[in-house]
């Protein structure tokens, strides 16, 4: 497993070459890397759960197919980064700036969004069942797919102002369930 300071070393060594920092599949869980600047780091497939990453800034950066569990992602510069496949379950991205971020496909399952920004987003068939999205900024997000059932979205959304399919699921969308179908 990586620490701190390996990571540190990591992406100062090849911002030095100018180089994409590389911590593809690195086993990150538990790490604190609490403010850190990881913008445009390569993060794919890496071990994220339950690592702190509070007010760090991940702007641009290669998270796709990455673990990110139960992890503190408060404050977080996530706009422009690549999330595709993400699984973010459980995880805490209070004010997280996610403008332009490709979460098509992420799994946010009781993720807590409250007050994020997810303007301009892509949220194609991203799984956001009982994902807390109150105070959220979802203005101009493509939800094309997405899985919104028995997530909680802010008052006064208006789908509008969203661009989505007839395959999106809302909260207020119930499974129609008939009496024969039912299974006791």
Known sequence: MMTRADVERI??????????PDLS?????????NRMNLSNVNLRG???????????????????GADLRWANLNGVDLGGAHLRQTDLREADLHQVNLRWADLSEAYFRGAH??????????????????????????????????????????????????TYDKTTKWPWQKDKITEGERSE
Do not use: C
């Open 113 to 162: 969004l409250t007050g994020v920004d997810l303007s301009g987003a892509y949220l194609g068939r991203a799984y956001m069942r009982g994902a807390d999205l109150s105070e959220a900024n979802l203005s101009g997000a493509n939800l094309t797919g997405a899985d919104l059932t028995d997530a909680i979205l802010p008052n006064g959304f208006d789908p509008n102002l969203v």
């Open 46 to 64: 890496a071990h994220l759960s339950r690592a702190d990453l509070g007010q760090a800034d991940l702007s641009g950066a290669y998270l796709s």
């Open 25 to 33: 599949q690195a086993d990150l869980r538990g790490v604190d890397l």
């Open 11 to 20: 992406v100062k060594e090849a911002r030095e070459k100018s180089e994409l």
